[in-house]
């Protein structure tokens, strides 16, 4: 499903983010990313879709090399990889069923996305995918009277009007509380289980990434420190992952 080689990615101010990551991650799987702030989680999900240009590396999504494309075939490629964000990204004043519809513009055209044209079909897989998100009563209800744990199974409705190959999910449930984070992830869980959807999740909590992730891959300045089971990162793995901070990152 996805292939990265030697994945640099280095900024204007001359700041490496991430230094030759190699990674492959097969079909199916559900891969939690952890790693202290700046080791180069958000950097990876964004080199993936092209948000931003990688420095040098290439990385291939289901057969397309994305590092190369260009044109119509990057946004045919883009519109297979969809992505959540820690702040939502919604337009608070439009309704729930509104703000999942967006999801499907990358497949229109210019007049109708201008005019939020959609059809019956686009209509009822919106509403679908909010059922698959157990909110499909607040299809009517503005964004902006949600709570943070449901806006952010909005965007997840959102992201699936793409029909997605992979989704990327950076941070997904930094804004929320422990419990209605539990409650977010285990929806992503089931979408990788019960859909067969592919996942790539950012997280700084481990224990999130204990208990949702099938594989585990820790960054630390731009590489990748481990890869491997989520049962395999022991006090002495998690010490070389934060370093001196370890003491303030959850391990439970």
Known sequence: MLTIRG??????DGTPALRGVDLAVARGEFVAVV??????????????????DPSAGTIEVDGTDMTAAQGEKLRAARRRIAMIFQQFNL???????????TGALGGKGATAGVLGLFSAAERERARANL??????????????ALSGGQKQRVA???ALMQE????????????LDPATSHSVMKYLAALNREHGLTVLCNLHFLSLARRYGTRVIALKDGLIVYDGSPAGIDETRFCEIYGEEAEEVEIR
């Open 7 to 12: 994945l640099t990615k280095t900024y204007d």
């Open 35 to 52: 790693g202290l702030s700046g080791s180069g989680k958000s950097t990876l999900l964004r080199c993936i879709n092209r948000l931003l």
């Open 91 to 101: 337009v608070p004043r439009h309704s729930v069923l509104r703000n999942v519809l």
């Open 131 to 144: 059922a698959l998100v157990g909110i499909a009563e607040k299809a009517a209800t503005r964004v902006e």
């Open 156 to 158: 997840i409705a959102r």
């Open 164 to 175: 997605p190959v992979l989704l990327l999910a950076d941070e997904p449930v930094a804004s």
